[in-house]
T-cell receptor, first 110, second 111 residues
Framework: GQSLEQPSEVTAVEGAIVQINCTYQ??????LSWYQQHDGGAPTFLSY????GLEETGRFSSFLSRSDSYGYLLLQELQMKDSASYFC???????????FGKGTKLSVIP | DGGITQSPKYLFRKEGQNVTLSCEQN?????MYWYRQDPGQGLRLIYY???????QKGDIAEGYSVSREKKESFPLTVTSAQKNPTAFYLC??????????FGNGTRLTVT
């Protein structure tokens, strides 16, 4: 099985940078995914790390260190629309093995 | 446009009644999933199906049932045996190791 820990809430200022950490305990770990969910909406895929290192997609970057069982999502140039919950998810082979963390609620303030 | 449709968006039922939540996808994905989300919680897997006519229990399957008679459809029945059915239910589909695509969810309230 897998368990993931991430902070429950983070507040940051518009235009700033914020990092959301995720630590995991797993068996059969294949990679770490990040999903964004606005209140009442559908989670949407942001990023995936199958290998150690940094993956960059526009204002969002994600990092993975397998040796530390740790990853993070980095959001730059924060915008008000980035206020949402962010979930890390650890995957085994095949999507059905995705286990989600409890989510981090990000509030972006002016 | 391809996507996943869940209906209805809001559903109200009396305790003791079974209720079925609909999930349809036109992404031609083999795998479909049902997750439950409670306030302040992550997504917990109820059931998943990798191919038609086959499905597997997830972490919290008790009190739920599913069917997968067609590739496009994966309905979830919340039975009266589910002790705390009030929750936000999310359906998803995926193909291999590709990211999951989620529907917009059904918010079920049982009183």
């Amino acid at each position: 099985g897998q368990s993931l820990e991430q902070p429950s809430e983070v507040t940051a200022v518009e235009g700033a940078i914020v990092q959301i950490n995720c630590t995991y305990q797993t068996s059969g770990f294949y990679g770490l995914s990040w999903y964004q969910q606005h209140d009442g909406g559908a989670p949407t895929f942001l990023s995936y790390n199958g290998l150690d290192g940094l993956e960059e997609t526009g204002r969002f970057s994600s990092f993975l260190s397998r040796s530390d069982s740790y990853g993070y999502l980095l959001l730059q140039e924060l915008q008000m629309k980035d206020s949402a919950s962010y979930f890390c998810a650890a995957g085994g082979a095949g999507s059905y093995q995705l286990t989600f963390g409890k989510g981090t609620k990000l509030s972006v303030i002016p | 446009d391809g996507g996943i449709t869940q209906s209805p968006k809001y559903l109200f039922r009396k305790e003791g009644q079974n209720v079925t939540l609909s999930c349809e996808q036109n992404l031609n994905h083999d795998a479909m999933y049902w997750y439950r989300q409670d306030p302040g919680q992550g997504l917990r897997l109820i059931y998943y199906s990798q191919i038609v006519n086959d499905f597997q229990k997830g972490d919290i399957a008790e009190g739920y049932s599913v069917s997968r008679e067609k590739k496009e459809s994966f309905p979830l029945t919340v039975t009266s045996a589910q002790k705390n059915p009030t929750a936000f239910y999310l359906c998803a589909s995926g193909q291999g190791n590709s990211p999951l695509h989620f529907g917009n969810g059904t918010r079920l309230t049982v009183t």
